[in-house]
C-alpha cells in the first residue's frame, strides 16, 4: 500500500512565521504535489516535483516555495504566513511520467491556521 | 477559468437508491479522468478512473461514464450506503502534462 504522510495534522502559527510542511512517501515515486483545499474552491495545486531537485510552479504559487532534496520527502514552505494562507494542505505523489494513467496518492492533509 | 466543474455542491440520496454525480469540463485536450473520495479531515482517497478512448468504466458499485462530445462525465454509485456519504472531486488531465485539475466537489449524503 502507498503511504504518503504529512508531519503535521493541524498547525497554528502566528501571521509573519516561516512554515514548514512536510511530506513523506514510501513508494519510490518521482512525482510530488503540493495543493490545498478551501471551501466552494476544490483543491488547487501550489507546486509540483517531478524528480528530485525539480520543481514546477502549479496554478497558486505566490507566497509559497518547496523543497525536494531527496526523492521520498517534498516540502512546502511559506515564506512569511499570511492569514489568507489558512487553509487544508494536501500532499500527493504518483508514479513517474505524464499524468495520463497515473492516479494520486494523498497523504491526511495538514489544517493550518494562521492567525 | 475553471475548466472542470462540478455544478452540484450537495446532493442527498435515500440508502438503497442510485447517486448520480456530475462534473463537466471545457478543456478538449483532457484524455485521463479521475474520480476521489473525501472524508472530512482525511485526504482524497482514489475510486475510480477513465481513459478518452473508452466511454464506460465500472468497479463494483461504481461507474463512470464519459461523454466525450459532451464534455462530461457522471459516477453512479450503485446502491448508495451511509458509508458513502463524502465529498467526491473529479480530476482531469492531459496526459502532455504531470498534474490535474480538479473540481470544486460535490459533497453526497446518504440517508438511512
Known sequence: ?115 | DQQVKQNSPSLSVQEGRISILNCDYTNSMFDYFLWYKKYPAEGPTFLISISSIKDKNEDGRFTVFLNKSAKHLSLHIVPSQPGDSAVYFCAASDSGTYKYIFGTGTRLKVLA
Not at chain 1, 11 to 18: H, N
Not at chain 1, 40 to 50: A, N
Request: a neutral charge; aromatic letters at 14%; charged letters at 25%.
Open chain 1, 1 to 115: 500500500d502507498v503511504k504518503v504522510t504529512q508531519s503535521s495534522r493541524y498547525l497554528v502559527k502566528r501571521t509573519g512565521e516561516k512554515v514548514f510542511l512536510e511530506c513523506v512517501q514510501d513508494m519510490d515515486h518521482e512525482n510530488m504535489f503540493w495543493y490545498r483545499q478551501d471551501p466552494g474552491l476544490g483543491l488547487r495545486l501550489i507546486y509540483f516535483s517531478y524528480d528530485v531537485k525539480m520543481k514546477e510552479k502549479g496554478d497558486i504559487p505566490e507566497g509559497y516555495s518547496v523543497s525536494r532534496e531527496k526523492k521520498e520527502r517534498f516540502s512546502l514552505i511559506l515564506e512569511s504566513a499570511s492569514t489568507n494562507q489558512t487553509s487544508m494542505y494536501l500532499c500527493a505523489s504518483s508514479f513517474p511520467g505524464l499524468a495520463g494513467g497515473y492516479e494520486q496518492y494523498f497523504g491526511p492533509g495538514t489544517r493550518l491556521t494562521v492567525t
